[in-house]
Nanobody
Framework: QVQLVESGGGLVQAGGSLRLSCEAS????????MGWFRQAPGKEREFVAS????????SYADSVKGRFAISRDNAKNTVYLQMNSLKPEDTAVYYC???????????????WGQGTQVTVSS
C-alpha cells in the first residue's frame, strides 16, 4: 500500500504561483511513477503532469506546458508541482497519483491522494 498526502493548495490571483507537494509513505517511493491530475466542478478528472521514478522523464498536458513543472525528491518521498502564471481555468481539486506498473502516470493509477483545492481568482 502507498499513502499519498497532498498539500500546498489555496487561493491565488490570476498570474500568481503555487507549489503543491505530495508526500508518499508505505512503500519504496523511488519505484513509483508519480502524477498529478485535477478535477474541476462538473468536469471529468484530467491529467496534468507525470514524472518517471528516476525523474528522467516527464509529461505534461498541453494546457499547462510552459507554466507547470513537476519534480520529485526520492530522498524525501515527495513529488512537487510548481504552478506559475495561474489562470482561473486552473481552478480544480488537484490529486496526486502513484503507480509502479507504468513509466508515466497519464491515464489512471493504482494509488490516489485525497486532493487539495486550488482556486485562481480573476
Amino acid at each position: 500500500q502507498v499513502q499519498l498526502v497532498e498539500s500546498g493548495g489555496g487561493l491565488v490571483q490570476a498570474g500568481g504561483s503555487l507549489r503543491l507537494s505530495c508526500e508518499a509513505s508505505g512503500r519504496t517511493f523511488s519505484g513509483y511513477a508519480m502524477g498529478w491530475f485535477r478535477q474541476a466542478p462538473g468536469k471529468e478528472r484530467e491529467f496534468v503532469a507525470s514524472i518517471a521514478w528516476s525523474g528522467g522523464s516527464t509529461s505534461y498536458a498541453d494546457s499547462v506546458k510552459g507554466r507547470f513543472a513537476i519534480s520529485r525528491d526520492n530522498a524525501k518521498n515527495t513529488v512537487y508541482l510548481q504552478m506559475n502564471s495561474l489562470k482561473p481555468e486552473d481552478t480544480a481539486v488537484y490529486y496526486c497519483a502513484a503507480d509502479s506498473t507504468v513509466r508515466l502516470v497519464t491515464r489512471t493509477a493504482g494509488y490516489w491522494g485525497q486532493g487539495t483545492q486550488v482556486t485562481v481568482s480573476s
